[in-house]
């Protein structure tokens, strides 16, 4: 019979106008005709952290280059500068102070040791000859106060840097300091000569005035 035949039509669901029917899961059209869909998620770099680092410290360096033409120092060749610095001051310290004990005709000269006796063995303190760890090794052997351990050696040099690096800032802040306090006396005793001459112009101009006033009763007399 055509009775089934009318009652499948009868429930078929009308169709919206884009084309699908009411109550479908499809993606709601936008205006611009694009379908909506979830927020995009960063994307993520594959590999341990280590590599990421990697490769973003080799972007950092090349644009601070780029825009400001350094090249950005690793952590190797800091340490290795500050044992530079700190192996040059100590020997010196220490040359110093025997040449002075000596006596003698000889005397040190830290301008030539920095950039003539120095450098000749060891190079530049921020371009070694040898690796931080021969030199600081080296150290321990001359002083107790660094450990023979590398890695403690090394550590040991990078404080006495450091130790060293602080005082001479202090003591240029006090420097700075006193060179203030002289500019303050300097600026005073100016003020108060200004003061002097400008009372002693005073005192000049009150005597001539009294003087004309003796002057013009003896003539009126």
Do not use: C
Not at 7 to 18: F, L
Not at 108 to 117: A, H, I, P, S, Y
Not at 146 to 151: A, F, H, L, M, Q
Request: hydrophobic share 35%; proline share 5%; no cysteine.
């Amino acid at each position: 019979m055509n009775l089934g035949v009318y009652e499948m039509a009868t429930t078929t669901k009308p169709r919206t106008p884009n084309g699908t029917r009411n109550g479908a899961t499809s993606k709601t059209a936008k205006p611009n005709g694009t379908a909506s869909a979830t927020k995009a998620k960063a994307p993520t770099v594959d590999g341990p952290p280590e590599t990421n680092a990697s490769a973003l410290l080799k972007e950092l360096r090349n644009l601070v280059f780029k825009e400001y033409g350094v090249k950005l120092q690793l952590r190797d060749a800091r340490v290795s500068t500050k044992i530079g610095h700190a192996t040059r001051e100590k020997l010196g310290l220490d040359i110093a102070a025997q040449v002075k004990k000596k006596g003698g005709n000889k005397k040190f000269d830290w301008q030539r040791w920095n950039t003539k006796v120095f450098p000749r063995l060891f190079g530049q303190p921020d371009a070694l000859k040898y690796a931080p760890e021969v030199v600081a090794i080296l150290m321990s052997l001359l002083y107790d106060t660094i450990r023979t351990d590398p890695e403690q050696a090394v550590a040991d040099l990078v404080e006495f840097n450091r130790a060293s690096l602080e005082r001479r800032n202090s003591f240029q802040a006090e420097q700075d300091d006193d060179l203030d306090d002289e500019l303050d006396d300097d600026l005073d005793d100016d003020l108060s000569d200004e003061l002097d001459d400008e009372a002693s112009d005073e005192l000049d101009d009150d005597l001539d005035d009294e003087l004309d006033e003796d002057l013009d009763e003896e003539e009126d007399e």
